[in-house]
């Protein structure tokens, strides 16, 4: 079925650390998987994408890895700061355009 | 370059009643998604609207309807309110056909809807 979903929904980082964000999917029709930050009282901004050939795709700070072997997605944050503290939630986008999303995971980071 | 907007920014309302959720989509898109998001909760997919019709639903009753105008803006309309309609409801705009290698969306800040 249609599914995305998390591991785990709290993730707590000492700044300044790597953050490493987590995502199983189901479904395996989708072109595009997506990562999105929601903060507090906004709506979900777009973080990076990889398209479903890929592995590995490389933004700045972030970086997403894909194995579709076995239907996993990461998002990996370098160098936590404050400002990164949101839910991110991974997303696959559908071809007939819609969005899924997964369960989010909410980033805590430590002073 | 206006970004999606949303209004009201919240709302209030009681079991039964209607309420009129309104969307203006980023500058030049004219296609617009509908979102709920429950509290603590993933956007679920409720519909989308291009060229003034909906395009495609989401799994969500008949009490949810929607509208777009000639301007792109778009209404989210839900009858019979439900305590479990409470939720934020998320615009987004994209462009159709996608101008990329796919229909990118941006959301809007949403419309937190309280149901008493």
């Known amino acids: 079925g249609e599914s995305v979903g998390l591991h785990l929904p709290t993730l707590s980082v000492q700044e300044g650390d790597n953050s490493i964000i987590n995502c199983a999917y189901s479904?395996?029709?989708?072109?595009?998987f997506i990562w999105y930050k929601q903060e507090s009282g906004k709506g979900p901004q777009f973080i990076i994408d990889?398209?479903?050939?890929?592995d590995k795709r490389q933004g700045q700070r972030v970086t997403v890895l894909l194995n579709k072997t076995v239907k996993h997605l990461s998002l990996q944050i370098a160098a936590t700061q404050p400002g990164d503290s949101a839910v991110y939630f991974c997303a696959e986008n559908m071809r007939d355009d819609k969005i899924i999303f997964g369960k989010g995971t909410r980033l805590h980071i430590l002073p | 370059d206006a970004g999606v907007t949303q209004s009201p920014t919240h709302l209030i309302k009681t079991r039964g009643q209607q309420v009129t959720l309104r969307c203006s989509p980023k500058s030049g898109h004219d296609t617009v998604s509908w979102y709920q998001q429950a509290l603590g909760q993933e956007p679920q997919f409720i519909f989308q609207?291009?060229?003034?019709?909906?395009?495609q639903r989401g799994n969500f009753p008949d009490r949810f309807s929607g509208h777009q105008f000639p301007n792109y803006s778009s209404e989210l309309n839900v009858n019979a309110l439900l305590l479990g309609d409470s939720a934020l409801y998320l615009c987004?705009?994209?462009?159709?056909?996608?101008?990329?290698?796919?229909?990118?969306?941006?959301f809007g800040p949403g419309t937190r809807l309280t149901v008493l």
């Open positions: 987004a705009s994209s462009f159709l056909p996608p101008r990329g290698p796919y229909n990118e969306q941006f």
């Open positions: 609207y291009y060229e003034e019709e909906e395009r």
């Open positions: 990889i398209r479903s050939n890929m």
């Open positions: 479904n395996s029709a989708s072109d595009y």
